[in-house]
């Protein structure tokens, strides 16, 4: 059984900080692409950052030069800093990992329960 748990979220005020962790653990074979996304009320679910097992990584245009995101493969661990927030980027932080289960013969897409973040004065 795979999970990720991810921590890290809560409330902060306009231009501050947060750190997200996300751990994938279970029976793990090998993990390719990490990412996060988020999801706001009344919107859609977008992709906020990925990583591959390479390092590269890609972001969406709202969060270039704020956010980095990065990981740890020896510890089946991804992390977003996010910084200068901003209100807008209120919203439902998730853990994505795409990997390959002991015991599976492909890979497939895995979501972490998500965690709040909240940007308000």
């Known amino acids: 059984q795979v999970q990720l748990v991810e921590s890290g979220g809560g409330l902060v005020q306009p231009g501050g900080s947060l750190r997200l962790s996300c751990e994938a653990s279970g029976s793990i074979f090998s993990i390719n692409t990490m990412g996060w996304y988020r999801q706001a009320p009344g919107k859609q679910r977008e992709l906020v950052a990925a990583?591959?097992?390479?390092?590269?990584?890609n972001y969406v245009d709202s969060v270039k030069g704020r956010f980095t995101i990065s990981r740890d493969n020896a510890k089946n661990t991804v992390y977003l800093q996010m910084n200068s927030l901003k209100p807008e980027d209120t919203a439902v932080y998730y853990c994505?990992?795409?990997?390959?289960?002991?015991?599976?013969?492909?890979?497939?897409?895995?979501w972490g329960q998500g965690t709040q973040v909240t940007v308000s004065s």
């Open positions: 990583i591959t097992s390479g390092g590269s990584t």
């Open positions: 994505n990992a795409n990997l390959l289960g002991s015991g599976s013969g492909y890979y497939r897409d895995y």
